[in-house]
């Protein structure tokens, strides 16, 4: 019986990738609260958007809804990373509701920012994606129609202010850096005067998974993104890689999804997982990749994270 070795195949893998300090904060804040005050603990949206994650809090014995109007009054109910407007605690607050708010603490940055804007007679722009719920959160800190969305260069040079020498703009914390720049560099054309975030709001997590993908991507035949496909951050990263010059990529839930025909005749394959992927499904795609090839697995890692994000009082008293 003649025995055929497996094909060679290496594996560059991005870091940092998945979970960031923010996604870390909300599943333990799921976690904590599920401790203290047992099942079940509603909360309002998935908490991140990854699907494994909220299925692993779900057999735990939270309960996912859209709405706080879903929530019974005597269940505590918390409010997803990507922050909310204004009215979901002024609900929960109105019907007596005990409420955790798991909104990344970069996210709450952004609505500072927006209200101070506001409070300064700025009138404010959002660069972001049409209805994702960090967009909606942050439109929701202040009176509708204050904020108004950007999503494009076309729409950064056709937007027309009341008063152009008053205009702020913020950003989703999670978009692509080199797209975001573009259109930043549209409106400061245009408003020269334009008031800017002091520091980027695309957030350290969302920039550094960027910097490894472009690290890897000229490299790589393929390059496979573990995340699901409601995840800003993810989406951006197989946009980024393809834009930095991979082969072919691709966002994958797990290693389930992975399709044979994708890898056939690949020598270099890059892996990373954006920002709500746990890294069980990394390592779980590695090895469904081990199964077919002799694998060599090489970590690039361009920059080291050390962020980690404080939890509510009422958690860790
Ligand atoms: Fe916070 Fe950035 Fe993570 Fe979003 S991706 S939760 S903004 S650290």
New binding site residues.
């Given amino acids: 019986m003649t025995v055929t070795a497996k094909p060679p195949l290496k594996v560059l893998l991005a870091s940092p990738r998945g979970f960031?300090?923010?996604?870390d904060r909300?599943i333990q804040i799921v976690e904590r609260a599920i401790e203290k005050y047992g099942a079940p603990v509603y909360v309002r949206h998935e908490i991140?958007h990854n699907r494994h994650v909220v299925g692993r809090l779900k057999a735990m014995g939270a309960v996912f809804v859209e709405e706080v109007s879903e929530a019974p009054e005597d269940r505590p109910i918390i409010f997803s990373?990507?922050g909310v407007p204004k009215t979901v605690p002024a609900e929960a607050k109105s019907r007596k509701m005990l409420y955790l708010d798991a909104t990344?603490?970069?996210?709450s940055k952004v609505h500072v920012e927006a209200q101070k804007h506001h409070d300064a007679g700025r009138e404010i722009v959002l660069i972001g994606h049409a209805g994702h719920p960090?967009v909606v959160g942050t439109m929701g800190q202040l009176p509708e129609g204050v904020v108004r969305l950007i999503e494009t260069v076309e729409d950064a040079e056709a937007f027309e202010p009341i008063d152009a020498a008053n205009v702020a703009f913020v950003t989703q914390?999670?978009l692509s850096v080199d797209d975001t720049a573009e259109i930043v560099a549209a409106l400061q054309r245009r408003f020269p005067g334009i008031a800017t975030p002091h520091k980027e709001d695309i957030?350290?997590?969302?920039t550094n998974r960027q910097d490894a993908v472009k690290a890897i991507a000229e490299a790589c035949d393929v390059l496979l993104v573990i995340g699901s496909s409601n995840s800003s951050?993810s989406v951006r990263l197989v946009e980024v890689g393809l834009k930095a010059g991979a082969g072919a990529a691709y966002l994958i839930d797990n290693a389930a999804k992975l399709e044979p025909a994708w890898i056939e005749g690949a020598r270099i394959v890059g892996v990373t997982a954006g920002?709500?992927a746990p890294e069980l499904l990394v390592q779980g795609l590695i090895s469904r990749l081990a199964e077919d090839f002799e694998v060599t697995v090489e970590e690039v890692a361009p920059t080291r994270e050390t962020?980690t994000f404080k939890l509510p009082r009422v958690l860790t008293a």
Avoid: D, I
């Fill in positions: 960031c300090a923010g996604v909300a991140v990373a990507h990344c603490p970069l996210v960090e914390t999670t957030c350290y997590a969302t951050n920002a709500s962020v």
